[in-house]
């Protein structure tokens, strides 16, 4: 007798490139309650008192950076940035645990999703996802973009994750640090992922695979999120951890594109993802209500946070991680666009949380400026509980995604600056962090006086306003910005001690020039002139 999961649409090509000699069952392209009821089954997860979907992912609650490798070849050798980031293996590496992989999962049932990266479809690459384990092929089917019936029974892979959570490697055999291995080969347009469940190795496999192949083809591929009003005028937000993206980016004026990865081509922006991956460590309703509202839909991925003994989820609980997150599709949230698709972006917006106080809250990029500091990647975390830590810690993210990006970062920030240059695109520094003094001292940018910049730049309201050089990073900062006191403009008229500031502001320039200088090889002259002056 035929079962719902045998009419599920399946490829015409199928897991034979693999290496798989198959005595399993292969599940095609469930649905998410196919897959609800695989996961429960298989004691994957467990639901919660909505019915959202709770998984612990074990040992490895984040990506393990430093078991990411790449395999060096003839087609990659001279264009990946080798190093600490992209670290290289030999084929050989990699065709042996291929075979292992193969070997350990040929008597396993699988789950084999088929999807689109890129909301683009002159650029959009077909993605398929084979695990051992429901849970990935649920956030597949959350993550990525989802083709008919009709497209997926011809459905050519043109990037497969072949996931074996629950194999090992062997370090001193195969080649690993660890147990765990996350390895991509691009000529063979395969990613493995062993010994680690983390799903977020699945997704920022595929945006790496992306951010490779897309500058190729003239394309920008960003770590960024993006909205656009109501009459198209678009805007990209970028921004590591805790500068505010997600939060600046969603605003219930603007329609979302997207919250984390798009491509900038000759037709615009576009989303690579279908979906939305957010933290939820401290959620609440009253804060953000649109991502509050997810977890408590049906369909939605909660990862390693903790349920009370009536399955209610506790935001609040960081015992098992401070990463935890939450997956769910993007039309979840009322105003996301149906296509992924906007405008070549009006405003490019760099964000970052300056726990030092030293940058300005809001100041137009030059050009070159806008290259310095896209590759720069920089914000500053707040001082952490360890004894001797007493003042915040500065951090660059080379393209505010370094993790992420096989070519060198110059690669990107060149992309960048032809494209804003093309379409005029203003390019702003917007700094969330400390006013008044360091972390300690001072304190936060007020999120109204933020939202409020943000809004008047975006509206084009700045542009014909009077600005003032800042004198250390040579940032051109706005003499008056509407609903903003005009001292809190320009950062050393906030700080009571200004020989504190000069001092302060000195030690910052200077991070920001040994910094660069490990890219100083590949860029420009304008790029480096672009930087602070000590």
């Not at 591929?221 to 951890?241: E, I, Q, R």
């Not at 009322?334 to 964000?351: K, M, Q, Y």
């Not at 360091?438 to 109204?448: A, E, N, W």
């Amino acid at each position: 007798m035929q079962n719902d999961y045998d009419k599920r649409p399946k490829s015409s090509f199928g897991l034979d490139y693999l290496g798989l000699q198959k005595t399993g069952t292969v599940y095609w392209n469930l649905n998410p309650p196919q897959l609800y009821e695989h996961a429960i089954k298989n004691g994957e997860a467990v639901l919660t008192d909505k019915m959202a979907f709770r998984i612990l992912t074990g040992k490895y609650t984040g990506r393990s950076p430093k078991d990411k490798f790449t395999v060096e070849e003839e087609t990659t050798k001279d264009q990946i940035d080798w190093g600490s980031i992209n670290q290289p293996i030999s084929e050989e590496v990699f065709d042996n645990l291929h075979k292992k992989v193969a070997g350990y999962l040929s008597d396993k049932d699988l789950y084999v999703k088929d999807l689109y990266a890129g909301a683009d479809p002159e650029y959009r690459l077909n993605v398929r996802v084979v695990s051992e384990v429901a849970y990935h092929a649920l956030f597949a089917h959350n993550m990525f973009i989802h083709p008919d019936d009709d497209a997926l029974k011809n459905h050519e892979p043109g990037f497969t994750v072949l996931a074996a959570p629950n194999f090992q490697a062997n370090p001193e055999v195969d080649g690993t640090r660890t147990g765990t291995f996350i390895l991509c080969n691009f000529k063979k347009k395969l990613i493995l992922i062993g010994g680690t469940l983390y799903s977020g190795e699945v997704k920022k496999g595929i945006f790496a695979v992306l951010n490779y192949l897309l500058p190729q083809q003239n394309v920008m591929a960003m770590h960024c999120s993006a909205n656009m009003d109501h009459d198209g005028k678009t805007a990209v937000f970028f921004g590591l951890s805790g500068t505010g993206k997600t939060t600046l980016s969603a605003d219930a004026d603007k329609i979302l594109i997207g919250d984390d990865e798009h491509g900038w081509s000759d037709n615009g922006i576009f989303n690579f993802e279908g979906g939305c991956y957010a933290k939820t460590i401290n959620l609440s309703e009253e804060q953000e209500p649109e991502i509050y509202a997810t977890t408590q839909m049906p369909g939605t991925i909660l990862e390693n946070v903790i349920l009370d003994e009536n399955r209610v989820p506790d935001f609040d609980d960081d015992s098992l991680t401070q990463n935890t997150r939450c997956s769910y599709p993007i039309h979840f949230i009322p105003n996301a666009s149906d296509t992924g698709l906007g405008n070549h972006p009006e405003n490019i917006i760099f964000l970052t949380a300056d726990a030092f106080g030293i940058l300005p809250p809001i100041s137009k990029l030059t050009p070159g400026q806008a290259m310095y500091h896209f590759i720069s990647g920089y914000t500053a975390k707040v001082a952490g509980t360890e004894r001797g830590v007493t003042e915040p810690q500065a951090t660059f993210s080379a393209c505010f995604g370094a993790p992420f990006m096989p070519l060198h970062p110059t690669v990107y920030a060149e992309l960048l600056a032809e494209k804003v240059k093309e379409h005029n695109s203003d390019v702003w520094l917007i700094n969330t962090g400390w006013t008044g003094g360091p972390h300690g001292v001072g304190s936060r940018m007020k999120l109204s006086f933020t939202r409020k910049m943000l809004t008047e730049a975006i509206a084009g309201n700045l542009n014909d306003g009077e600005f003032i050089k800042e004198p250390v990073f040579g940032l051109m900062v706005p003499k008056k910005v509407n609903g903003v006191p005009d001292e809190v403009l320009m950062p050393r008229n906030t700080w009571k001690d200004k020989t504190a500031y000069d001092e302060r502001a000195a030690k910052l320039a200077k991070m920001f020039v040994d910094n660069f200088k490990k890219f100083e090889v590949k860029a420009s002259k304008e790029i480096i002139e672009s930087g602070p002056k000590l």
